[in-house]
């Protein structure tokens, strides 16, 4: 049997774009004399489709474009992601399950409903979906099948969270092969842990495995593709590419599939950050419509490295700087931000600040009267420059690129409506010690971002100089405790004990969660690691803790 | 049995604080010769404790509370709320439940695990606990109780999510009573559906019920309180105030709840709506330990409403209106404004923009050269009104209070980091025409917002002779069409064969669709309808649709 596995980048809510890519992808499987082509999940509708699917007639439409799909199954079998209508809501629970369907000869020939519903982190699949019970194999062409939705078959991981095991009981009708239909995505650990899920799963059920990802990004979230098959002896005989869509086929003889691969080179994490937020800005603005970005330039290594993402995503004729120095820059900071847009040959505009300033704090004089300078003359200047490169974006129909990272959007060290403005935070998952990183990666071959901005001290310039340093423990040390609280989830009593400074680790601690309300209202945050903020971490903005 | 029910204000995650109410709560019931006192869901950390739920050193830090407040029941029950492990998380799913704990002489004596766990709209349980599948009733004083956890004894409701009753499985062990603890947030329609709700119990199962209801603010979330008890033949003999603390004693006995209640009048919908917002904006300043309120007044009536409501929240010392005109203001903005901080006799300053937008313009020049004016410049005015407020704000440790009515949250009729800044959004739950309904509730008695607010056509006053009717709908139709989309889940499809007309839903359900970056960085918003914007309602903002 000859099996196409198709990788592809559906747009959330696009039934009828998403369909056509489907039997596009349908017709190029059965030209090469396939009998069956895997789908991801959810690829009707694209992966998460949210709150859509509170909408009936969205869940009406779901369904006939199922069937319009299953109308160009002929001499071809399809599996194909979509929700379903629960039969017995009343006494069976919520009333859709996340469906792979098998489609063949105009028709919905086998359903397979998801049993374990990720509801954590990113997820909420519990939100709209009943989970499965019983589980039955399929069968097409004679084989029998443990077909598998995502999380179905990452119940082999140490944090078990549910009550059954799909594959334990799909494994009992003694299936020939094990298919998964997924929507992961994208963390730096998670191209890892999936490959080690896929190979326990392998080593536990002697099953060879099929295993489809969606590829794309919705918002924060960057689906990285990289569709894989193991045979039965548990070798990888198949990597679709990441980040990008893809199409392979394979032959299932004999029980196992048939195919080899030459060794290959592991991704490094810094090179995949960068890969992911450049496909994940690329995809963004083609999703949106949008084909021309707009960044605030202060000379720093944030908005360096956000600049170069941007021009490598959109091209450098489609990326504007914008430097807007202010009577506390430093002269380094024009210049290294003009060195910047001339590496990258990008176009830039240096719109001064001071005027503004002086205008602002003319206006609010009768109330500030004679009070000390302090953070909210140094917000001032940030929602200035928030001000201007907004009006370029609407004026010019740019989207602005928040360049915020992981850290300072951890304590706040950020003006809200001010530089934490922007269509999307590129960099607002990576932490400071991991940019400088990510920015040698891509300084290896060529200087790109200019050796000064990566060399002197971190400074928001918005008092006379002034370094983060003052306000912040050294990154190295911050980043190490916010890696405990956030990623690690401990406590500030538990990372004191593991030896970091009391005060450090309090003022840290309480700097995150005072700041939550800040985060509520900064641009959405791409995610790269495996806890980011936004849609993944949810606390309280009221609350002592 | 004497049985006390306290509903109190806890503040999530402030284990220390919630605790010191629960021991003073337990001893006034003791005073009052009480065998069993009861408390809301959650109780020991606040609802909704959220991600905190993830942190394990925090669900050890609940324990030993736990074990400090059982310590203190000495001859006398309670029932305290929180979260508690499954001892078998490997096999039988997440590691939490959701409980409702018994407490004696120092110990748990009983442990009831809620059932059936909320995972839509503004709730996320399964993201934390693991539903019981098994249920008992526990006894206290001879006295065979189905204690519950909120949710359990909803499946009455129609739209049934769940596979299992509780109440049906409880009330096969032939309990005399039925106790419910709850954090049930407010909605206008909610006191009405919770009446209806235990009355609904109360005739299937022919038990009396004791419900305790968390009250206090989190964030978007108002708990109005309103703890109530109804007897054996379905007479609500016992009713708690609504907004504020509440502490109430009962008698059991003969297998009934003794009491009376005169008959109460119900509270109309625009009543509840001002005295919930009022309430809101008190406990959010209250809990994030701020006493003072800066609003921008146009002269319009959502920032009219909102100063109404900060007025009565927080006393009229302590709210300041910032009056902003710009070369587009009627003559009449800045004299209505000034008639309302008048009336409501709080303090205003007028700062105009007219030199910032000058200034801000000139700066801008150099890219805008000669480009008509359009909405870069109209959003160029809001914002620099957001800098000015925001410049209070930070100066003066006043909390911005936002005025954006859910009308233009919903069409995105407001600028982004301009009209659309805040702490917290006040009436972005409440359409256009709600505004206006509540408006003349506040005026029922007095003029307190000018009458000229009211009568006049709105306006946001951006270029000149603008009018809100310009760009969108009249508000009538407009908030139609918005609440069939956003409170009853219809489809553009389906309100087009309601027999609205097709063009104008087109474009209104684009407009809120295509809006959905904006709201993401909006403040958070006070719910006080079914659906909210914000954590209740989550849809993609990258997505066609």
Do not use: H
């Given at each position: 049997m000859k099996i196409a596995l198709s990788q592809l980048n559906f747009i959330v809510g696009d039934l009828n774009g998403n369909c056509i890519k489907i039997i596009d992808a349908i017709n190029q499987a059965k030209q090469q004399q396939c009998h069956l082509i895997v789908f991801s999940e959810l690829s009707i509708c694209g992966y998460a489709p949210q709150d859509l699917l509170d909408y009936n007639n969205f869940i009406e439409q779901c369904e006939q474009k199922v069937l319009e799909v299953a109308k160009t199954c002929i001499g071809i079998h399809a599996i194909v992601g979509a929700p379903t209508r629960n039969p017995n809501p009343t006494t069976e629970g919520k009333n859709l399950y996340n469906s792979a369907l098998v489609l063949n000869e105009g028709k919905i020939v086998d359903t397979y409903n998801k049993g374990l519903l990720p509801n954590y982190d990113v997820f909420d699949?519990?939100?709209?979906?009943?989970?499965?019970?019983?589980?039955?194999?399929?069968?097409?062409?004679?084989?029998?099948?443990?077909?598998?939705?995502?999380?179905?078959?990452?119940?082999?991981?140490?944090?078990l969270m549910y009550t059954v095991s799909p594959l334990d009981e799909l494994t009992k009708e003694k299936p020939q092969l094990i298919i998964n239909i997924s929507a992961s995505p994208f963390n730096y650990n998670h191209l890892q842990n999936r490959a080690n899920m896929l190979a326990r799963n392998n080593a536990k059920y002697k099953l060879p495995i099929l295993y489809v990802n969606q590829v794309g990004c919705n918002t924060e979230l960057?689906?990285?593709?990289?569709?894989?098959?193991?045979?039965?002896?548990?070798?990888?005989?198949l990597q679709a590419n990441y980040y990008e869509e893809d199409f392979s086929?394979?032959?299932?003889k004999n029980n196992d599939i048939i195919g080899s691969l030459t060794a290959e080179k592991p991704i490094e994490k810094v090179e995949n950050i960068y890969k992911a937020l450049v496909y994940a800005v690329q995809d963004y603005f083609a999703k949106t419509g949008f084909t021309k970005a707009v960044i605030g330039l202060s000379g720093g290594v944030d908005s360096a490295l956000t600049a170069c993402i941007a021009v490598d995503a959109l091209g450098k004729e489609n990326v504007l700087g914008i430097l807007m120095p202010s009577e506390f820059s430093s002269d380094h900071s024009v210049k290294d931000a003009e060195d910047l847009a001339k590496n990258l040959g990008c176009d830039y505009h240096i719109l001064p600040i001071k005027e503004n300033y002086e205008s602002l704090r003319k206006t609010l004089a009768p109330l500030y009267k004679d009070l000390p300078f302090n953070v909210a003359e140094e917000n001032l200047q940030a929602r200035i420059r928030g001000i201007l490169v907004m009006g370029v974006s609407n004026k010019f129909g740019h989207i602005l690129l928040n360049t915020t990272n992981k850290s300072e959007a951890a304590v706040g060290y950020g003006t809200l409506y001010g530089d934490m403005c922007g269509g999307i935070a590129v960099l607002a998952d990576v932490y400071k010690t991991e940019i400088y990183e990510v920015c040698n990666y891509v300084n290896?071959?060529?200087?790109?971002?200019?050796?000064?901005?990566?060399?002197?001290?971190?400074?928001?310039?918005?008092?006379?100089?002034?370094?983060?340093?003052?306000?912040?423990?050294?990154?190295?040390?911050?980043?190490?405790?916010?890696?405990?609280?956030?990623?690690?989830?401990?406590?500030?009593?538990?990372?004191?004990?593991?030896?970091?400074?009391e005060k450090t680790v309090t003022r840290v601690v309480r700097l995150i969660n005072l700041n939550e309300y800040k985060r509520k209202q900064m641009a959405p945050v791409l995610r790269v690691?495996?806890?980011?903020?936004?849609?993944?971490?949810?606390?309280?903005?009221v609350g002592k803790y």
């Open positions: 699949e519990y939100r709209y979906f009943e989970s499965a019970k019983k589980f039955n194999c399929v069968t097409i062409n004679n084989t029998k099948i443990a077909l598998t939705v995502c999380e179905d078959i990452w119940d082999v991981e140490e944090d960057i689906f990285d593709g990289g569709t894989m098959a193991f045979n039965n002896a548990g070798k990888k005989v086929v394979l032959e299932f290896k071959d060529k200087i790109r971002i200019p050796v000064n901005t990566l060399t002197k001290a971190p400074s928001a310039e918005l008092r006379p100089n002034q370094k983060d340093s003052d306000s912040l423990p050294e990154y190295d040390l911050l980043d190490a405790i916010l890696f405990q609280y956030i990623e690690n989830i401990k406590t500030a009593t538990e990372i004191i004990k593991m030896g970091y400074d690691s495996p806890k980011a903020f936004g849609y993944g971490r949810r606390m309280p903005i």
